[in-house]
C-alpha cells in the first residue's frame, strides 16, 4: 500500500515488540475478563481542540493523509507532529531519513526555550504559530522565525451552530484573566447595559473549567459575549462564539501579560477580530462604551458568516494541507 502525502502524529508509534505486547493483552484479558472495558481513550491526543480540527477538517477534504498510523511503514515522508513526544520521535525518523520534511506547532511550546527548546530542534522544517504576532516571541532567532508560517486552527461550525431559540437579556463574560475584583467590575458594566451576564471561567492553559455544551448554551441565549483575555495565540473560544453568531467584546489591552510564570508583551487578545465579528477595547472605560456601541449596532455584525468563509475546520485544513504540500515541494526541487 502506498503512503499518504501526509502523516498527522500526535502519539509516538509503537515498537513491534510493544505492539504485539499490546495485543496479546488484548486477547488475554477478553479471555480473563470477558465483558470487561478499557478506560475511553481521547480520539484526537495532544491538544484536543487543535487535533480535533486538524484531522476533522483533513477528511472533511478528503486530504490524502493519515492519522498516528502504528508503523512506521504507514508514515508519510511528510510529517506534522503538533505534540512533543511524536515531534522528538518523527526528528529522530528524519535524522535516519525514514521522512524528508518535518513541521511543528503551534501547540509544541510558546516561548522558544520552553521543553528544553524543543521548537530549536534543527530537524525541524516548518513551524505553524496561529498568528502573526506570535513571531514577535522569536525575536533574535533568525532560524526560528525564518520557519514560521501562519495558519490558525477552525471550529466545527455544524456543532458550534445556534438553535434558533429566542436570545435573551444577557451576555456572556468570559472570565480568563484579571482577577476576580475586574470580572466583577466588568460585570456591573454589563448590567447597567441592561443585560444579564452569565459568567464562564477559564484560565489559560486550563480546559476542564467548563464543559463545552455549558458554553454553547449560554451563547445560544446571549445576544452578545465579553471576552477577558491578557493575550490570544489565536483564540478559538471567540471562533467559537461567532460561530453561534454571537459578536464579541474584547478586552485588548496589548501590555504585560504571563505564561508559565513568565513575562512578556502581548500583542492581540483577539488576532482574527474583524468589524463583522466584534469590537476591541484597551481599558473598562472604553470597554463599556465598546459594549454599548455594539447593542445598537447588532445588525452589522455578521459573526457566523465570518467563521463559514474563514475558520471552519475544512478551511483552516486546507490551508494547511496546501501549506505543508507546497512547501515540502519547494525543498525538494
Known amino acids: 500500500m502506498s503512503r499518504p502525502a501526509l502523516t498527522v502524529l500526535t502519539a509516538p508509534i509503537p515498537s513491534a515488540a510493544r505492539r504485539f505486547y499490546t495485543s496479546v493483552r488484548g486477547i488475554g484479558r ?9 478506560p475511553a481513550a481521547s480520539p484526537y491526543p495532544g491538544h484536543y481542540a487543535l487535533v480535533r480540527s486538524v484531522v476533522e477538517g483533513l477528511r472533511a477534504i478528503d486530504a490524502d493523509f493519515n492519522f498516528n498510523p502504528r508503523s512506521s511503514s504507514q508514515v508519510a515522508r511528510v510529517v506534522y507532529a503538533p505534540a512533543n513526544e511524536a515531534l522528538l520521535q518523527a526528528a529522530e525518523l528524519k535524522r535516519r531519513g525514514a521522512i524528508d520534511f518535518l513541521v511543528a506547532g503551534p501547540v509544541n511550546a510558546f516561548f522558544p526555550d520552553e521543553c528544553d527548546g524543543i521548537i530549536q530542534i534543527p530537524q ?36 458550534w451552530k445556534p438553535s434558533g431559540a429566542p436570545k435573551e437579556t444577557s451576555a456572556v463574560v468570559y472570565w480568563k484573566s484579571g482577577d476576580e475584583h475586574f470580572c466583577e467590575e466588568v460585570e456591573a458594566i454589563v448590567r447597567r447595559a441592561g443585560l444579564e451576564p452569565l459568567r464562564v471561567r477559564s484560565r489559560h492553559g486550563e480546559h476542564g473549567i467548563f464543559t463545552p455544551e455549558t458554553l454553547r448554551q449560554m451563547l445560544d441565549r446571549s445576544v452578545v459575549a465579553v471576552f477577558l483575555s ?14 453561534m453568531n454571537v459578536p464579541t467584546v474584547v478586552w485588548d489591552p496589548r501590555g504585560d501579560a504571563e505564561w508559565l510564570g513568565r513575562r512578556f508583551k502581548s500583542e492581540s487578545s483577539a488576532p482574527y477580530l474583524t468589524p463583522a465579528t466584534g469590537i476591541a477595547a484597551r481599558d473598562t472605560v472604553a470597554l463599556e462604551h465598546a459594549l454599548r456601541q455594539a447593542l445598537a449596532t447588532l445588525a452589522s455584525f455578521q459573526p457566523r458568516a465570518w467563521v463559514l468563509s474563514h475558520m471552519t475546520d475544512a478551511i483552516c485544513s486546507r490551508q494547511l494541507y496546501e501549506l505543508v504540500l507546497d512547501e515540502a515541494n519547494r525543498k525538494r526541487i
Open 230 to 243: 491578557s493575550f490570544e495565540t489565536q483564540g478559538i473560544a471567540l471562533a467559537e462564539a461567532w460561530s
Open 124 to 159: 525541524i522544517d516548518l513551524l505553524i504559530v496561529p498568528a502573526a504576532w506570535m513571531t514577535g516571541l522569536y525575536h533574535g532567532l533568525p532560524d526560528i522565525v525564518r520557519k514560521c508560517r501562519i495558519c490558525p486552527c477552525g471550529v466545527d461550525e455544524q456543532v
Open 30 to 38: 477478553r479471555l480473563l475478563k470477558p465483558g470487561t472495558t478499557l
